[in-house]
């Protein structure tokens, strides 16, 4: 019946509302099939085919369209949220220049009352000394500089000046905050003028948020992000070959001819954007160790050659002076080397990532 489902009369959960309360509520995670995955060479963005391919430095595949537009709406985003922060500190500048002249004004005001003979709400109880110093010693004053019978001289230095400006200026500032606080308030969650907060004497918390300053890889993860900009995408070269069966554009590797895809690992070499697979990689590009009765006398038994086009693969450091002449860093250059392509899983436990989590608030029933 319906109600061997969902109970409303008892206090205690049935077993049905117990699986969905626990479904809803707690960790779910779920293995991902073969039909749940892109396949190779498809675009981070789009999720479709890459059209005229590129990867960033980490073997991340895009369109050229898509990652012209990622890298555009960034750089967009980031000049607005400079903009932003530009006009929060001239704000607060002005914030503060407006405190600090609301203190003088009142230590000017006060300075009249005082020559006027007129009391002062917040003045100093008598026997108290006026000046600064506890000991009662006017400023550039020091002990045992005067003799008896001698007139003192009275001498005052910048750096003093400006250390008692400072203070009396905090000393108004302060006794401008106590009046400001020790006005009656009014809970009033409906006026927005007496609005209660959290925040002390006006000020708001402060909240670091994390700065963009440059492009990062939308294909990235969010704790081990990394940058990429137009300089860096390298042009991918895939060997494509049309199927004789299917009448379908593949894309194989040039070396043995077997078609690329997530259950092979893929490689790309920069900067030429050739692609190879991981096998004839190890077999023919990088240096066995062995000696090469064909290489040429003169070459480096160390360098990694590109399997089409034979371009020098070998990642090299750089003089300063030839750092300074290009007038580019590490991240505005394509460094020479391989680089494994980004694929997705393949459904099996062994390659891939092939598990989803969902975690949630835990429900206890």
């Known amino acids: 019946m319906a109600h061997s489902k969902r109970n409303t009369s008892r206090p205690i959960f049935t077993s049905y509302e117990r699986d969905m309360a626990k479904a809803a509520w707690g960790a779910s995670s779920a293995r991902l099939s073969r039909e749940s995955f892109l396949p190779f060479s498809s675009c981070c963005l789009c999720l479709e085919p890459s059209i005229d391919p590129v990867s960033c430095s980490h073997g991340d ?18 000049r607005r949220t400079e903009k932003s922060r530009e006009h929060e500190a001239r704000e607060e500048l002005e914030d503060k220049k407006r405190r600090d002249l609301e203190a003088q004004e009142r230590s000017v ?22 000046t600064a110093d506890s000991g009662g010693a006017q400023p550039g004053e020091q002990d045992g500089a005067t003799k008896r019978g001698e007139k003192r001289k009275f001498s ?11 203070e009396e200026r905090a000393k108004a500032r302060k006794a401008i905050d106590d009046e400001k606080a020790a006005k009656p308030t009014l809970p009033s969650f409906w006026s927005p003028s007496v609005t209660p907060s959290s925040n002390t004497n006006n000020a708001l918390h402060e909240v670091k948020k994390k700065v963009k300053s440059q492009p990062t890889c939308p294909a990235s993860q969010e704790d081990d992000p990394h940058y990429y900009s137009l300089h860096t995408l390298v042009t991918v070269h895939f060997t494509e070959e049309t199927d004789s069966a299917t009448k379908a554009t593949q894309r194989i590797c040039p070396s043995c001819k077997k078609a690329l895809s997530n259950s092979s690992k893929a490689v790309l070499a920069k900067p030429c954007g050739h692609v190879l697979c991981k096998n004839c990689v190890d077999k023919f590009m990088k240096p066995s160790g062995h ?40 991240r505005e250059r394509i460094r020479p080397g391989l680089v494994e392509l980004h694929h997705e899983g393949t459904g099996f436990s062994a390659s891939g990532a092939n ?4 975690n949630g608030v835990a429900f206890q029933c």
């Open 61 to 78: 595949i895009f369109c050229r369209e898509c990652a012209l537009s990622n890298v555009l709406a960034q750089k967009k985003e980031i």
């Open 109 to 130: 005001r006060e300075f009249e009352l005082t020559q006027a003979g007129l009391e002062i709400k917040n003045a100093k109880p008598k026997g108290e000394s006026p």
């Open 156 to 166: 005052m230095d910048e750096d003093e000046l400006a250390r008692i400006v400072v």
């Open 291 to 330: 000696h090469d009765p064909h290489a040429d006398p003169g070459s480096d038994p160390s360098a990694i050659r590109c399997y089409v086009c034979d371009a020098d693969l070998t990642e090299r450091k750089e003089l300063p002076a030839r750092k300074e002449k290009d007038g580019k860093g590490d």
């Open 355 to 358: 598990k989803v989590k969902k």
